[in-house]
């Protein structure tokens, strides 16, 4: 817990020295990829037992892979556009009944679409 201590020490002495350096944002990236950006100005860092909270941000500990300093916010929103050559990768549709459907059964309505990588949602307008 010492280190954890120092490290983040050592962090917020730096923030100072790199807001200069034109770095407007803290970003932290946890183990499962998604990224959130928290702006350096009045940025106000606290650990409290196994929880970091940057401004309104916070984060468990353990689950943190990295943090840097970035000059665009790169906070990740999880959401991503499917494109037609998604849905031709499509292995298995699905609506929310749990019926398995075609690409040409798909109306109006939310879908489950399985690819070999990937499953997303779909909303078909």
Not at 13 to 21: E, I, P, V
Request: aromatic residues 8%; without cysteine.
């Amino acid at each position: 817990m010492k280190k954890i201590v120092l490290l983040f020490m050592a962090l917020a002495g730096a923030l100072s020295t790199m807001a200069d350096n034109a770095y407007t944002y803290l970003t932290f990236e946890t183990t499962d990829g998604a990224k959130a950006s928290v702006p350096v100005e009045s940025l106000t860092l606290t650990i409290s037992g196994n929880k970091l909270t940057a401004n309104s941000q916070t984060f468990i500990l353990s689950n943190l892979n990295k943090m840097y300093f970035s000059t665009t916010d790169e906070t990740v929103s999880g959401i991503e556009e499917i494109t037609s050559d998604t849905l031709d990768e499509a292995t298995e549709i699905y609506d929310l009944q749990g019926h398995k459907v075609s690409r040409a059964q798909m109306k109006k309505g939310v879908y489950v679409v399985k690819t070999k990588n990937k499953t997303f949602k779909m909303i078909v307008r």
